[in-house]
């Protein structure tokens, strides 16, 4: 169905009670073109993707829970391209175009608010850094705005600008950068997906690849059956790993959990999204009133979608450090996600040495605001056999030649990316 | 999650660092190219029991080698590994 402002008056004044379901949920069939795993933002984008832009309408999404059940329903919602390295400042911007339009696109409400992103600096030092990170985003077309302190001051007058050890002197601000609603992202590519005739397949977890004599991948067994596939792509996050190693891969990826929080709804506070420079914590506030906020991971593998109290102390102490009065909210809700944290803080969209299978994985923390661009490149990729040009440096095999994207300098140490 | 360590008792969480997986043995300097690549960047990334490495900073300053279940946090087995900081070259 189509969504307009007609369709929401004649469903209002029916009751909202003939409101048609926003996806087909499909049963699988014996053979698709291609088989996305994962029904998360990632591989629901991708889906869309093959069929609107590259034709492919023979495509299976298939689901182990329920679509967006991983980070897509996990995350703090926000959405940015303020990234300094080659590779990631242009694929960050192509997937920040994308949000702009997405809504259109999908004919679906996804509540992006381009609300503004600020990253707070704290020393000279850090100042310098963040001006020469606008000065690459501004080179390369995307708008950021170094603010001093009388700006800073005029627009949040709440910051704790005197603190004793992270005075707050400035911030660099992403103008277009904000938030969008994380379930409608992963519906609304569900919802356009499915018109365009994509399956989409909850409660099918894939248990193992089918490979013909040559080893080439011509299908997945799963819970539901077995499904032939002229190509699979995986866009499975944390489980990234534990699918790849039923087709017999070793990933430079490490799966750790993040924590993320909500504070009881509070009367609006936040205009944008702000990031504390000295530490790890990063805030919004929802529409509905929460302050939606987080910090870093926890550190240590995991796959248990729940983190421990010492980083819930470190990510609030962040908090409080830049805005005082925010001691006095009461945590409403904390949950984890399961990150693919890959070996230099950046993505993987490539062809595997397995013929037939495509790898789109180590989002690390940063998946959410990829999702239309990681769909896109990985369309592309499945559909021509070649790298998008702007994700022609997410290989696979840039940690054999040396080629890493490596934004924190932080080395092979994922939990420090 | 809290770590018993070997020497202090029961400690939080807070006083440990974490390195990852006991399991990457640094390979013999002329070992070749692959191995480097595979003990640098390649894991395992068990979802399950598997060994790691943690360092009582805010304690005894011990290395240990802690066996801890990714899908549950539950540790079963918690003992000292001197020098697991450095990485053992293989012999």
Redesign the interface.
Same mark, same amino acid.
């Given at each position: 169905m189509k969504y307009s402002i007609f369709s929401l008056a004649r469903a209002a004044l029916s009751g909202h009670k003939n409101w048609q379901r926003t996806w087909r949920d499909a049963a699988p069939k014996d053979r698709y073109d291609v088989v996305i795993i994962g029904g998360g933002g990632h591989g629901l984008a991708t889906a869309w993707f093959l069929a609107s832009e590259f034709g492919m309408k023979n495509v299976a999404v298939l689901e182990k829970g329920w679509i967006g059940s991983g980070n897509a329903g996990r995350n703090t919602t926000i959405i940015r391209s303020n990234y300094g390295l080659p590779g990631n400042t242009g694929f960050y911007e192509l997937s920040m175009k994308l949000w702009e339009r997405m809504e259109q696109d999908l004919n679906y409400n996804a509540m992006v608010s381009q609300r503004g992103v600020l990253n707070l600096y704290h020393s000279d030092a850090q100042r310098d850094a963040y001006a020469r990170r606008g000065n690459t985003m501004r080179i390369n077309g995307i708008d950021a705005e170094l603010l001093d302190q009388p700006a800073l001051k005029k627009m949040l007058p709440f910051l704790n600008f005197d603190h004793a050890r992270f005075p707050v002197q400035g911030g660099l601000l992403q103008r277009r950068g904000g938030t969008a609603r994380h379930d409608a992202v992963a519906w609304g590519y569900a919802h356009a997906a499915s018109e365009l005739g994509v399956d989409i397949i909850q409660n099918c977890e894939v248990t193992g690849f089918v490979r013909d004599a040559n080893g080439k991948v011509t299908g997945v067994e799963t819970s539901r059956g077995r499904i032939g596939a002229g190509k699979v792509g995986m866009a499975v996050a944390g489980s990234s790993?534990?699918v790849a190693d039923m087709a017999g891969l070793? $990933?430079?990826?490490?799966?750790h959990v993040l924590q993320a929080f909500v504070s009881e709804a509070i009367k609006p506070l936040i205009p944008g999204v702000m990031t504390f420079g000295a530490g790890h914590f990063y805030v919004s506030q929802s529409d509905k009133g929460g302050l939606v906020f987080g910090g870093d991971i926890d550190?240590?593998?995991?796959?248990?979608q729940?983190g421990? $109290?010492?980083v819930m102390?470190d990510v609030c102490e962040g908090g409080m450090a830049i805005i005082p009065m925010i001691g006095r909210v009461r945590l409403l809700r904390q949950w984890g996600g399961i990150m693919d944290m890959s070996?230099d803080g950046s993505p993987i969209i490539d062809k595997t040495p397995v013929d037939g299978l495509y790898l789109n994985a180590g989002w690390c923390y940063g998946g959410f605001k990829a999702t239309p661009g990681s769909g896109l490149v990985f369309a592309h990729l499945i559909a021509r056999d070649e790298s998008h040009k702007e994700a022609a440096r997410f290989r696979l095999d840039r940690?054999?030649t040396g080629a890493v994207i490596d934004e924190k300098g932080q080395g092979?140490?994922?939990?420090l990316h | 999650m809290r770590i018993i360590c070997p020497f202090c008792g029961e400690r939080e969480l807070g006083e440990f660092t974490y390195l990852g997986d006991a399991k990457p043995v640094r390979p013999a300097a002329d070992a070749g190219e692959d191995a480097v690549y595979d003990y640098v960047y390649l894991r395992d990334n068990i979802a399950g029991v598997m060994d790691e490495n943690w360092y009582h900073g805010g304690g005894c300053r011990a290395w240990l080698k802690v066996t801890r279940n990714t899908l549950t946090h539950e540790i079963s087995g918690v003992e000292a590994a001197a020098g697991a900081g450095a990485r053992q070259v293989a012999k």
């Amino acid at each position: 169905m189509k969504y307009s402002i007609f369709s929401l008056a004649r469903a209002a004044l029916s009751g909202h009670k003939n409101w048609q379901r926003t996806w087909r949920d499909a049963a699988p069939k014996d053979r698709y073109d291609v088989v996305i795993i994962g029904g998360g933002g990632h591989g629901l984008a991708t889906a869309w993707f093959l069929a609107s832009e590259f034709g492919m309408k023979n495509v299976a999404v298939l689901e182990k829970g329920w679509i967006g059940s991983g980070n897509a329903g996990r995350n703090t919602t926000i959405i940015r391209s303020n990234y300094g390295l080659p590779g990631n400042t242009g694929f960050y911007e192509l997937s920040m175009k994308l949000w702009e339009r997405m809504e259109q696109d999908l004919n679906y409400n996804a509540m992006v608010s381009q609300r503004g992103v600020l990253n707070l600096y704290h020393s000279d030092a850090q100042r310098d850094a963040y001006a020469r990170r606008g000065n690459t985003m501004r080179i390369n077309g995307i708008d950021a705005e170094l603010l001093d302190q009388p700006a800073l001051k005029k627009m949040l007058p709440f910051l704790n600008f005197d603190h004793a050890r992270f005075p707050v002197q400035g911030g660099l601000l992403q103008r277009r950068g904000g938030t969008a609603r994380h379930d409608a992202v992963a519906w609304g590519y569900a919802h356009a997906a499915s018109e365009l005739g994509v399956d989409i397949i909850q409660n099918c977890e894939v248990t193992g690849f089918v490979r013909d004599a040559n080893g080439k991948v011509t299908g997945v067994e799963t819970s539901r059956g077995r499904i032939g596939a002229g190509k699979v792509g995986m866009a499975v996050a944390g489980s990234s790993s534990r699918v790849a190693d039923m087709a017999g891969l070793r $990933l430079p990826i490490e799966s750790h959990v993040l924590q993320a929080f909500v504070s009881e709804a509070i009367k609006p506070l936040i205009p944008g999204v702000m990031t504390f420079g000295a530490g790890h914590f990063y805030v919004s506030q929802s529409d509905k009133g929460g302050l939606v906020f987080g910090g870093d991971i926890d550190g240590y593998n995991s796959y248990a979608q729940r983190g421990n $109290l010492p980083v819930m102390e470190d990510v609030c102490e962040g908090g409080m450090a830049i805005i005082p009065m925010i001691g006095r909210v009461r945590l409403l809700r904390q949950w984890g996600g399961i990150m693919d944290m890959s070996m230099d803080g950046s993505p993987i969209i490539d062809k595997t040495p397995v013929d037939g299978l495509y790898l789109n994985a180590g989002w690390c923390y940063g998946g959410f605001k990829a999702t239309p661009g990681s769909g896109l490149v990985f369309a592309h990729l499945i559909a021509r056999d070649e790298s998008h040009k702007e994700a022609a440096r997410f290989r696979l095999d840039r940690f054999r030649t040396g080629a890493v994207i490596d934004e924190k300098g932080q080395g092979a140490q994922p939990n420090l990316h | 999650m809290r770590i018993i360590c070997p020497f202090c008792g029961e400690r939080e969480l807070g006083e440990f660092t974490y390195l990852g997986d006991a399991k990457p043995v640094r390979p013999a300097a002329d070992a070749g190219e692959d191995a480097v690549y595979d003990y640098v960047y390649l894991r395992d990334n068990i979802a399950g029991v598997m060994d790691e490495n943690w360092y009582h900073g805010g304690g005894c300053r011990a290395w240990l080698k802690v066996t801890r279940n990714t899908l549950t946090h539950e540790i079963s087995g918690v003992e000292a590994a001197a020098g697991a900081g450095a990485r053992q070259v293989a012999k």
